[in-house]
Each structure stands twice: as C-alpha cells, then as structure tokens.
C-alpha cells in the first residue's frame, strides 16, 4: 500500500511537471518571447508587454469622460483677458501663467512626472515598462490670440491628458513611455515668432540668438518676460531646451481641424498627411504725409495707397500660382499717424502665404516682393523694409503613425478621411525632432481664432479615443 503510494506520488509530480513544461513551450512558441515573461504575467494577473491583440481588443474598452473634459476646457478659457465668449492669452502674461499652473496641477492629478524647460514648455510623462526606450509624445498648446475661441490648441492639450486617463482607466501598460506636452507660445502674439516653444525644440539656434534681442510691442524683452514668469533664469539657457533628433519615437497632435470639410461631409476623423509650408513676410513703406486738404493728388507720396496696392498685389500672385493649396493673407496693415486729416507717411503690413509646395510658394514669395519694390517707384515711397520673418519648409506625416490613426479609426468604427494641414502647428516642427502625424476633429462651421469656435463633446470623445489608441499602439513598437 505504500508501495503504491509512493509510486503515485512521483508519478503526480512527472505529470504534473511535464503540463508545465508544455505550457511554457506554448507560450513560448505562440508569442516567440521569453518564456519567464509570460509565466510572470500568468500569475501577475497584467500583461508586462501588452499584446496586439489586446491593443485591438482594447478599443472596446476605452471610456472618456466627456464631462469632465468639456468643463476643464470651460475651466480653462477663463484664464484670459477678454470677456467670455472670446479668450485671450497672451505669451507669459498673469494669465498665461495661471493657465499653466492649471496644466501642471491636472497632468500631476493623472499621476504624471511633470517638469518644464527654460522658456517654459511642459512635459507630463507616463513612465513605461521599458523606460530607456525613447517615449511617444503628444500635446498641443494653451496660448489664445485676441478674442478667439477656447478649443484651438486647448484640445490638444488636455485631450491628451484625458487620453492618458483614459488609457490608465482600462488597465493598459505602456512599453515605451507616453508623454504630454503643452508647448510655449504657438501663437506668434506678442514677439511675431509662431511655434515659439516647438522651435526651440527643434534645435533653431538662430532663433536662440535672436530672442535674446527680441522685444515686444511695448518694448518688453523675451527675456524679461519670461524671467517674470519664472524661466529664462540664466544667460544661456535657451540653447538648453534643444532636443536631440531621435529623443521621441513618434509624435501624434490631436487638433480641431479649423477649417468645414469634416463637418461638411459628416467624417468623424481626419488623418493628416501633410502640414503646408508657411512663411511670414514684413513689409514697411514711407512717404512724405501732409494735410488730407493742402497738398493736391498729383503731389502726394502716399504709403497708405502703397500698402493698398501691395495687399491687392498679394492677391493677384496667389490666384495666378494655379493651386488651390496656394493662400496669402495680409492680415496686419498699419498707417501711421492715423488720423482722419493726414495722409499717410508710413505703412505696415504682415503677410502671410502658405503652399504645400515650397517652391511655389517661393516663387509667390518673389512675386510679392518685387511688386513691392515697383509700386514703392511708381508712387515715389520708400520700401524701407521687406523682410521675411520665417520661411519654412512643409513637413510630411510619417507612414507608420498615418497607418495607426487609421488602423485606430477603423477599429473604433469611426469614419475618416485623409487630409493636408493647411493650418501650421507645433506638429510642423516637431517633425525635425521625430515621426510625427495628426489627427483632426470637426469644428462647428470650420470656425476659428474667433469667439464661435467650438467642437461637440461627441467630437472630441472621438478624437481622444483615436488618439488613446493610436498612443497605445505607437508605444508598444
């Protein structure tokens, strides 16, 4: 009886030994991975490198909180300063400042490690599982040019946060880490330079320079400002905020799309392909001004009708490129005194043109300016300054994130539609430093940098779904 027992008993364990041995050998095949992985996650209860059938199971799983992220939005735009319904923050102003503490405080509410660089853009980060990976970004930004709406930008920001929870709430993992990033002064308000922050990152060094003679409208240095909100604290600390190519495996910008073709045609999401190539052009006339009454039409030397004829002259070049991506604005024009009974003795104008063809919109360039210089002849002015203030290349979406937005779209049962930025973003940059991609949202009417922007809780729980799960996807490659 003992005899049998015993024989029993080894013979349990050989069995018992030999199920083992067979189920790790089956892990080990199915997945080609390090069998003491998986045993580890089959007793741990969480996968420690999420699965791809997981990320696509995953979809069914992800929850927004649509409330919550309509009323921090809400929250947000009351930090300006205009009345509601219009914000207006302006570029280290108190109420940029108190904006970003806001951010701060919410990514360390999502459990973030949060830190900001010397001109104060800010990084939220989700540390991964494999942490020496270089992360997945995401982000947009909070500065608002005068009464405009509360959404641009703002979407991208705390989208991504809410993207995060999001994440968080259905039990997922990242390999690689994820991190949000709200970036300084995408507007070019108050020191003329777009995209301020995501340059810098870029590593422009002619723009370090250049800041630290930049001054406002009022005079007001970079460097002041921003040490008054608490960056810039040494001499040569904007070198600092350089980022070195590589230090994102991808970038992906959740952003309202700003223009009505998403609406239009009814299409849950857009999937940029491309960012057209902006420039900024500055343009300065001076005449000889005098009395609106005394000095005859014949003997005038207008730099008002200069900047008139130039701005119709911006116009003409665009129309005639043949493209319909090809677009010119002026959208500053400045006479100087200013007064009803005084002809103009200086002119202002900023233009704006943008193509997602370089060349083409070079030549437009070119275009502008010589008819520039032939109007200041015929009208007897002075072109004291033509100026072109940036002139930057387009950048294109990298394939690999356009194919996880899109996988991500598809799985989430979301329509979708490929689709070029005309509008420049942080994203335009951030393709310097790595892959980069976007994604768009619906506006109401196309509307915004006006008051009447706005964007459907039911659009931006899309968005930031699409935006989860092409996050989730990104950070385990």
Request: include cysteine.
């Amino acid at each position: 009886m003992s005899l049998r027992f015993c024989n029993s008993h080894s013979l349990y364990h050989l069995l018992l030994v030999l199920v083992i041995f067979c189920s790790i050998s089956t892990i080990y095949a199915e997945a080609n991975e390090d069998p003491t992985i998986r045993t580890m996650e089959a007793f741990s209860g969480y996968p420690i490198h999420e699965s791809n059938s997981f990320v696509t199971n995953l979809a069914s799983s992800l929850s927004v909180d649509t409330e919550t992220l309509q009323k921090r939005i809400d929250e947000l735009s009351t930090f300006s300063d205009t009345p509601a319904p219009s914000v207006t923050r302006v570029l280290y102003t108190e109420n940029d400042v108190l904006a970003r503490s806001y951010i701060k405080n919410l990514m360390g509410l999502s459990g973030l490690s949060v830190r900001e660089d010397a001109v104060g853009n800010i990084f939220g980060r989700w540390i991964g599982n494999e942490a020496e990976l270089a992360p997945v970004a995401t982000g947009s930004h909070i500065d608002a040019i005068p009464y405009s709406g509360k959404y641009d930008g703002v979407v991208g920001v705390l989208g991504a946060i809410e993207a995060i929870n999001v994440l968080k709430r259905s039990g997922f993992k990242p390999r690689r880490s994820l991190e949000v990033i709200m970036f300084t002064s995408e507007e070019p308000t108050r020191y003329g330079i777009s995209c301020l922050g995501s340059r810098l990152l870029a590593g422009i060094e002619s723009l370090a320079k250049d800041l630290t003679s930049t001054v406002d409208g009022q005079n007001i240095s970079f460097l002041d400002a921003a040490r008054s909100a608490g960056y810039a604290k040494e001499p040569n600390d904007l070198s600092s905020v350089f980022l070195k190519k590589g230090s994102y495996s991808a970038f992906v910008e959740l952003h309202i799309e700003q223009g009505p073709i998403l609406e239009e045609e009814g299409t849950s999401i857009g999937i940029v392909t491309a960012i057209a190539a902006p420039a900024s052009i500055k343009v300065d006339f001076e005449g000889n001004g005098g009395h609106a009454g005394a000095v005859l039409m014949p003997n005038r030397n207008d730099a008002g009708l200069a900047a008139a004829e130039l701005a119709l002259a911006v116009e003409k070049h665009v129309l005639e490129s043949g493209s319909i991506d090809t677009v010119g604005t002026v959208g500053i024009l400045e006479l100087h005194p200013g007064a009803i009974n005084s002809i103009p003795s200086k002119s202002h104008l900023e233009i704006d043109t943008r193509d997602i063809d370089e060349k083409r919109r070079n030549s437009v360039i070119e275009k502008i300016h010589q008819s520039a210089i032939t109007i200041a002849k015929n009208r007897g002015v002075t072109l004291s300054e033509f100026k072109i203030v940036n002139q930057d290349p387009p950048a294109l979406s990298e394939k690999s994130i356009i194919e996880a937005v899109e996988a991500a779209s598809k799985e989430l049962n979301l329509t979708h539609k490929f689709m070029i930025s005309r509008a420049y973003h942080d994203s335009l940059f951030m393709a310097r430093v790595s892959p980069m991609g976007m994604i768009f949202i619906p506006c109401f009417k196309g509307y915004s940098h006006k008051p009447d922007e706005y964007a459907s809780g039911h659009d931006m729980e899309n968005g930031v779904k699409v935006l989860a799960l092409t996050l989730a996807k990104l950070c385990l490659q």
